[in-house]
């Protein structure tokens, strides 16, 4: 049977799981059927999920790292140029470049960078906020929020086919495929 | 959190409470911690305890204003006692945030499950235990007005703050712990700020829930990367927390007076603020955990850690003073010797023996089981460390006061109604902040419960 391959009517389609095992299998059986373009929505982070999703490496580690970096950088760097350059006092005979009661601060502003690195990294690199994406117009999706687990095929997905691609997730344990609308 | 191996082998598991009541599944605890927020109408008994801290927030406005017209001299303030109430206040606030993120962080990167259905409200306590804080230092500035002084910023008198004082490094640990407590508070809710979202019956709640979700929708990948963040948060919000009160402990410990100028104040504060904070943390669960029904996550496996840990970190302060008593002998310094005798037989000695018998002496009851497993008990105990707490601040600041190197110069303190008013102010603002978390959002984290569940199920296969 020949595939349309204009514009699919749908975003994708969305397979609803009642337990994390069963959707783990799924999305092995769906990535060994070679489909890629594959998300899975659940209410809790499932251990082993996103490396069945083939996702290897998340860069949030190294975005918090250089948000350190940065924040302990320039707080020692401020309080070097004002205390030894711009405004240089004595204070109690310690030295102008007083490098040990110059690490608290450094301390601090370097946990500050790092977090909010991490947090504005992570948001960032998730592409959040994005109040509006297609999986929300399924009304069953608000359980994806409470108890049920989804996989999502999008159409954009070279072997999308919406008989063929039903036939597949349904086989897999999906006792609810729905149509997600653009 | 960490989805890893329980740290108790399965025969001691089943001899304790459990970490959350059998039975449970993703829905139950999704529906009773989600119906807390999304009930309607507002409980009668919700808006009589707002009503009552309100009107305390009402008494501390009116006392902060008086301060700003009048000046700091409607205080007991004065020489010697320069530093009352005010700083008293401040360190047992900061010290009682303390606790929140230590089981928000610590316990997470311990692998300890019993933080789950604690460490959401915890960690509000802690922020509004930072934000009560944070307004006493401001406040006892001679011109409050000028408070942004602190900050480094080019200014036209072409003076920078002082980096070397302690003062200054307060601004930066407190303004870190505040703003690194908000931001891991927030992203722990994300999730559940999705839950109710989609579970919310009003338009106004699907729409304000819906913004501050950020469209989070739990695909897997963001799972992955929020995981990451939190795990990272965690990391670093937990040397994080023993900075900042070594930082608080500075105020005191860099400066030269007798009974201040001691290396184990940091040490010593760190304990005592997880002292504290836990106390803290006791006298809200006992409470939410009746009214709200809620046993079943907030079980007397929970109950009794933390009566443990405050009897662990009873222990560390009952060494700290004796330590401080011992060494001001040790030293040979008469100031310091005189320091501690005053402290014990002085004029302040009733609060000294009062902080003995709140902080050293009632928390020993927790070596029987029987006591820490009795919740009245624990209630009434909580609140009596956090008194002591209080009284423990009050000692160290004004007794080093207002008997220090010159007799000439010796003096005595005493609080006026405006002290009172700011204190039982602040603590009306902290209980009307709490009041309002728990009608607004989810007191205990609902997704990290259905991951406790997830990972109570498969032990029990």
Redesign the interface.
């Known amino acids: 049977m020949a595939k349309q391959r204009n514009k699919p009517n749908v975003f994708g389609l969305l397979a609803e799981f009642e337990k994390?095992q069963d959707l783990l299998a799924g999305v092995r059986g769906v990535l060994q059927e070679g489909y890629r373009r594959v998300?899975?929505?659940?209410?809790?982070?499932?251990?082993g999920?996103?490396e069945a999703?083939g996702?290897r490496h998340?860069r949030?580690?190294l975005v918090?790292l250089l948000g350190?970096l940065v924040g302990g950088v320039s707080?020692y760097s401020?309080?070097y140029w004002?205390?030894v350059v711009?405004?240089p006092?004595n204070?109690?005979g310690?030295p102008l470049h007083?490098w040990p009661?110059?690490i608290?601060?450094t301390?601090?502003?370097s946990?500050?960078g790092?977090?909010?690195a991490?947090?504005l990294?992570?948001?960032a690199?998730?592409g959040?906020?994005?109040?509006?994406?297609p999986?929300?117009h399924v009304p069953r999706?608000?359980?994806?929020?409470?108890?049920r687990f989804f996989l999502c095929i999008e159409s954009a997905d070279a072997r999308f086919d919406e008989k063929q691609t039903r036939d597949l997730l349904e086989s897999l344990g999906s006792r609810r495929v729905s149509n997600v609308p653009y | 959190m960490i989805a890893g191996e329980p740290v108790t082998p399965k025969s001691a598991e089943r001899r304790l409470p459990p970490v959350i009541a059998p039975g449970h599944t993703f829905a139950t605890v999704t529906d009773k911690i989600s119906s807390i927020v999304l009930a309607r109408p507002t409980s009668k008994g919700w808006l009589a305890g707002f009503l009552l801290s309100f009107l305390l927030v009402m008494l501390l406005f009116y006392a902060i204003g008086y301060l700003l017209v009048a000046g700091v001299g409607i205080w007991g303030v004065s020489i010697p006692v320069a530093w009352g109430f005010a700083i008293v206040n401040f360190v047992w606030w900061i010290g009682i945030g303390h606790a929140g993120t230590l089981i928000s962080a610590i316990l997470l990167l311990l692998n300890q499950q019993w933080r789950t259905s604690i460490n959401r409200f915890a960690e509000a306590m802690t922020l509004f235990a930072v934000a009560c804080a944070g307004l006493f230092p401001l406040l006892h500035l001679g011109r409050p007005w000028f408070f942004y002084w602190l900050l480094p910023y080019p200014n036209p008198q072409g003076i920078w703050p002082q980096f070397r004082s302690p003062l200054v490094w307060d601004v930066f640990a407190v303004g870190t712990y505040f703003t690194v407590s908000l931001l891991f508070w927030f992203v722990g809710l994300l999730p559940d700020l999705a839950t109710l979202r989609d579970r919310s019956q009003t338009r106004a709640g699907r729409v304000i829930y819906g913004i501050l979700a950020m469209g989070w929708r739990g695909s897997a990948f963001h799972w992955h990367r929020y995981q990451t963040a939190y795990l990272l948060l965690a990391g670093l919000a937990t040397p994080l927390v023993v900075s900042v009160h070594t930082v608080v402990s500075f105020d005191f410990a860099i400066g030269i007076l007798p009974g201040w100028h001691s290396t184990i104040f940091p040490p010593y504060f760190v304990a005592g603020a997880i002292y504290s904070g836990f106390a803290m943390v006791l006298t809200l669960a006992i409470p939410l955990r009746a009214v709200y029904g809620l046993q079943g996550f907030i079980t007397m496996r929970h109950l009794e850690n933390m009566a443990k840990i405050m009897l662990a970190t009873s222990l560390i302060v009952g060494y700290g003073y004796l330590m401080e008593t011992f060494m001001a002998w040790y030293s040979g310094n008469p100031f310091e010797k005189f320091t501690a005798w005053n402290r014990v037989v002085g004029p302040y000695g009733p609060a000294y023996w009062a902080l003995i018998l709140c902080n050293v002496l009632s928390p020993q009851l927790l070596w029987l089981k029987r006591i820490r497993t009795s919740v009245p008990i624990l209630f009434v105990l909580a609140l009596v460390i956090n008194v002591g707490m209080w009284l423990e601040r009050f000692v160290i600041v004004i007794t080093s006061l207002h008997r220090d190197f010159l007799p000439s110069s010796w003096g005595m303190y005493s609080p006026t109604r405006w002290d009172w008013a700011v204190l039982f102010g602040s603590i009306g603002l902290f209980v009307a902040l709490l009041f309002l978390f728990i009608r607004f959002l989810p007191m205990i984290s609902i997704f990290e419960m259905r991951e406790l569940v997830s990972q109570t199920q498969t032990e029990g296969d």
């Open positions: 994390p998300d899975a929505y659940t209410p809790f982070p499932v251990d999920l996103a999703l996702f998340t949030v580690p918090t350190g707080g401020l309080q004002t205390s711009d405004y006092i204070v109690g310690r007083s009661a110059f608290p601060v301390f601090e502003l946990i500050l790092a977090a909010l991490a947090v990294g992570m948001l690199l998730n959040l906020p994005m109040p509006y994406h999986v929300f999706f608000a359980l994806a929020s409470r108890d």
